[in-house]
């Protein structure tokens, strides 16, 4: 795992053809090592496209289980950039939005290096004995 963030913007909604363009960035990246692309399960990331994309890159698509965003690294990282450039904030204007945004993004190896070691690592909590009780 690189902790390397591959960014794919727009202004609109994300859909099969964006997820396919970050599948090729991500790519192009990579020089002779296997990528596993780790994603949720939204329609757009499971349909043919996004699969025949992937497979034509050599990517490995690895699904989620439904209902796991704390599995979700992402979901880490959208928190973090929430707290840092949204949280309490109003910007006027989309572009000062879509701005502090991406200012945030460009510091997380910088800046917030540190803030992210922790955050970004794959550390999950893990039950042992669990008894399951039947209803």
Do not use: H
């Not at 690189?2 to 202004?11: G, I, M, Q, R, Y």
């Not at 992937?54 to 959208?78: D, G, H, K, Q, T």
């Not at 910088?110 to 669990?130: H, I, P, R, S």
């Amino acid at each position: 795992m690189t902790l390397e963030l591959v960014t794919v913007t727009n202004d609109a909604y994300i859909n099969a053809a964006s997820v396919c363009e970050l599948i090729n960035k991500i790519a192009m990246l990579a020089v002779d090592i296997p990528i596993t692309l780790v994603l949720d399960n939204a329609k757009y990331q499971r349909c043919e496209a996004v699969t025949e994309c992937a497979r034509s890159l050599e990517v490995e698509l690895l699904f989620l289980p439904p209902y796991s965003p704390n599995l979700n690294m992402i979901e880490r990282l959208w928190k973090f950039v929430k707290k840092k450039c949204l949280y309490s904030k109003y910007y006027e204007k989309f572009p000062a939005f879509k701005a502090a945004i991406s200012d945030c993004l460009d510091k997380l190896a910088t800046e917030y290096k540190d803030d992210l070691a922790g955050l970004m690592a794959l550390n999950f909590q893990t039950f042992k004995d669990v008894q399951v009780v039947p209803r």
